[in-house]
Protein backbone atom coordinates (compact mmCIF):
# COMPACT_ATOMS: atom_id res chain seq x y z
CA UNK A 1 0.00 0.00 0.00
CA UNK A 2 3.19 2.39 1.30
CA UNK A 3 4.45 1.70 -2.62
CA UNK A 4 1.51 2.51 -4.64
CA UNK A 5 1.03 5.66 -2.31
CA UNK A 6 4.75 6.49 -3.08
CA UNK A 7 4.33 5.91 -7.38
CA UNK A 8 1.14 8.00 -6.86
CA UNK A 9 3.48 10.72 -6.03
CA UNK A 10 6.61 10.18 -7.62
CA UNK A 11 4.84 9.62 -11.12
CA UNK A 12 3.71 12.68 -12.22
CA UNK A 13 6.74 14.26 -11.12
CA UNK A 14 8.67 12.03 -13.50
CA UNK A 15 6.35 12.59 -16.01
CA UNK A 16 6.29 16.13 -15.74
CA UNK A 17 9.91 16.46 -16.03
CA UNK A 18 10.24 13.99 -18.77
CA UNK A 19 8.28 16.55 -20.75
CA UNK A 20 9.68 19.26 -19.62
CA UNK A 21 13.40 18.06 -20.63
CA UNK A 22 11.62 17.03 -24.34
CA UNK A 23 10.33 20.25 -25.03
CA UNK A 24 13.45 21.65 -24.16
CA UNK A 25 15.57 19.43 -26.08
CA UNK A 26 13.11 19.50 -29.29
CA UNK A 27 13.65 23.71 -28.82
CA UNK A 28 17.17 23.18 -28.93
CA UNK A 29 17.68 21.02 -31.79
CA UNK A 30 15.37 22.58 -33.84
CA UNK A 31 17.62 25.97 -33.80
CA UNK A 32 16.44 27.10 -30.34
CA UNK A 33 19.26 28.45 -28.60
CA UNK A 34 19.79 28.53 -24.82
CA UNK A 35 22.94 29.85 -23.63
CA UNK A 36 24.27 28.45 -20.23
CA UNK A 37 23.81 30.94 -18.28
CA UNK A 38 19.97 32.11 -19.35
CA UNK A 39 19.56 27.88 -18.53
CA UNK A 40 21.07 28.28 -15.13
CA UNK A 41 18.56 31.24 -14.54
CA UNK A 42 15.73 29.06 -16.02
CA UNK A 43 16.62 25.77 -14.05
CA UNK A 44 16.50 26.48 -10.15
CA UNK A 45 12.98 28.22 -10.88
CA UNK A 46 11.75 25.06 -13.22
CA UNK A 47 13.22 23.03 -10.44
CA UNK A 48 11.44 24.54 -8.22
CA UNK A 49 8.33 24.74 -10.00
CA UNK A 50 8.81 20.55 -10.26
CA UNK A 51 8.99 19.93 -6.29
CA UNK A 52 5.63 22.22 -6.02
CA UNK A 53 4.14 20.15 -8.19
CA UNK A 54 4.99 17.17 -6.58
CA UNK A 55 3.98 18.40 -2.82
CA UNK A 56 0.38 19.58 -4.08
CA UNK A 57 0.08 16.58 -5.25
CA UNK A 58 1.74 14.55 -2.19
CA UNK A 59 -0.86 16.41 -0.21
CA UNK A 60 -3.88 15.59 -2.72
CA UNK A 61 -3.10 12.10 -2.18
CA UNK A 62 -2.35 11.92 1.19
CA UNK A 63 -5.66 13.68 1.23
CA UNK A 64 -7.56 11.32 -0.46
CA UNK A 65 -6.47 7.86 1.12
CA UNK A 66 -7.24 9.52 4.85
CA UNK A 67 -10.69 10.40 3.31
CA UNK A 68 -10.75 6.62 1.57
CA UNK A 69 -9.92 5.03 5.26
CA UNK A 70 -12.45 7.25 6.74
CA UNK A 71 -14.89 6.02 4.37
CA UNK A 72 -14.09 2.78 4.55
CA UNK A 73 -14.21 2.43 8.45
CA UNK A 74 -17.56 4.08 8.29
CA UNK A 75 -19.07 1.40 6.54
CA UNK A 76 -16.97 -1.84 6.88
CA UNK A 77 -16.99 -1.82 10.93
CA UNK A 78 -20.93 -1.45 11.42
CA UNK A 79 -22.05 -3.68 8.41
CA UNK A 80 -18.91 -6.42 9.92
CA UNK A 81 -20.66 -5.94 13.55
CA UNK A 82 -24.32 -6.04 11.76
CA UNK A 83 -23.32 -8.84 10.39
CA UNK A 84 -22.17 -10.91 13.37
CA UNK A 85 -25.33 -9.34 15.50
CA UNK A 86 -27.50 -10.41 12.72
CA UNK A 87 -25.98 -14.14 13.30
CA UNK A 88 -27.15 -14.07 16.79
CA UNK A 89 -30.71 -13.55 15.97
CA UNK A 90 -30.67 -17.32 14.33
CA UNK A 91 -30.54 -18.85 17.56
CA UNK A 92 -33.41 -20.66 18.76
CA UNK A 93 -33.94 -17.62 21.34
CA UNK A 94 -35.21 -14.81 19.45
CA UNK A 95 -35.42 -12.29 22.25
CA UNK A 96 -31.84 -10.77 20.79
CA UNK A 97 -32.32 -7.34 19.23
CA UNK A 98 -29.77 -5.63 17.32
CA UNK A 99 -27.92 -2.24 18.58
CA UNK A 100 -25.09 0.21 16.49
CA UNK A 101 -23.51 3.50 17.68
CA UNK A 102 -24.75 6.59 17.64
CA UNK A 103 -24.13 7.70 14.18
CA UNK A 104 -23.29 4.63 12.71
CA UNK A 105 -24.86 4.36 9.11
CA UNK A 106 -26.50 1.24 9.58
CA UNK A 107 -28.32 3.33 12.31
CA UNK A 108 -30.98 3.55 10.30
CA UNK A 109 -32.25 -0.09 9.60
CA UNK A 110 -31.59 -0.98 13.32
CA UNK A 111 -35.31 -0.52 14.39
CA UNK A 112 -37.30 -2.10 11.45
CA UNK A 113 -35.03 -4.90 11.71
CA UNK A 114 -35.76 -4.91 15.34
CA UNK A 115 -39.50 -4.16 14.73
CA UNK A 116 -38.83 -7.27 12.32
CA UNK A 117 -38.11 -9.64 15.14
CA UNK A 118 -40.83 -8.25 17.74
CA UNK A 119 -42.91 -9.20 15.35
CA UNK A 120 -41.35 -12.68 14.44
CA UNK A 121 -40.60 -13.73 18.56
CA UNK A 122 -44.62 -12.42 18.83
CA UNK A 123 -45.10 -15.43 16.20
CA UNK A 124 -42.79 -18.09 17.69
CA UNK A 125 -44.69 -17.39 21.17
CA UNK A 126 -48.33 -17.80 19.42
CA UNK A 127 -47.37 -20.58 17.47
CA UNK A 128 -46.88 -23.82 19.69
CA UNK A 129 -44.30 -25.89 18.93
CA UNK A 130 -45.03 -29.20 17.22
CA UNK A 131 -43.07 -32.01 18.52
CA UNK A 132 -41.47 -34.34 15.25
CA UNK A 133 -43.16 -37.36 15.61
CA UNK A 134 -41.04 -39.87 17.05
CA UNK A 135 -40.64 -43.54 15.50
Known sequence: ???????AMVLPVLIIATSVYAVVAYAMSNGFEISQ??????????MLGLWVVFGVIALVTMWVVKQGLS????YVGPLDRLER???KTTQPDLSYRLHCRPGDVISPII?????LLDSA???????????????
Open 1 to 7: FLGLLVL
Open 37 to 46: AELAKIMPSA
Open 71 to 74: ISHQ
Open 85 to 87: ELM
Open 111 to 115: DPINR
Open 121 to 135: EKQARRTPRQNPPSN
